[in-house]
Nanobody
Framework: QVQLVESGGGLVQAGGSLRLSCAPS????????MGWFRQAPGKEREFVAA????????KYAESVQGRFRISRDNAKTMVYLQMTSLKPEDTAVYYC??????????????????WGQGTQVTVSA
């Protein structure tokens, strides 16, 4: 069993930056692919970024490519999402997720087995 706790959300002006953190617990974390998803009010949850278990493979949604960067530190048991050049349309609750069945990054929410409670990111115009 893996528990995920996100932190780092908040209010930021357009063009600003935030770094989200995800702290997984569980001894198998380092073997899992990890991902970030987001859900805006009235919209479906959407893929943001994912990283393979070794950290060498990443995948990004087109909407965040070049602005967001996902990383992981298996020694510190942390996953990060560095967000830059934020836009009002990035406003959402951001969720960290773990895929126990794959070591490669994936974009499908249904493939992920464990989810955090989410952290709110609000970008003002």
């Amino acid at each position: 069993q893996v528990q995920l706790v996100e932190s780092g959300g908040g209010l930021v002006q357009a063009g600003g930056s935030l770094r989200l953190s995800c702290a997984p617990s569980g001894h198998s974390y380092s073997f899992y692919a990890m991902g970030w998803f987001r859900q805006a009010p009235g919209k479906e949850r959407e893929f943001v970024a994912a990283i393979g278990s070794a950290g060498g493979s990443t995948k990004y949604a087109e909407s965040v490519q070049g602005r967001f960067r996902i990383s992981r530190d298996n020694a510190k048991t942390m996953v990060y999402l560095q967000m830059t050049s934020l836009k009002p349309e990035d406003t959402a609750v951001y969720y960290c997720a773990a895929d126990r069945d794959s070591w490669l990054p994936g974009a499908k929410a249904d493939d992920y087995d464990y989810w955090g409670q989410g952290t709110q990111v609000t970008v003002s115009a």
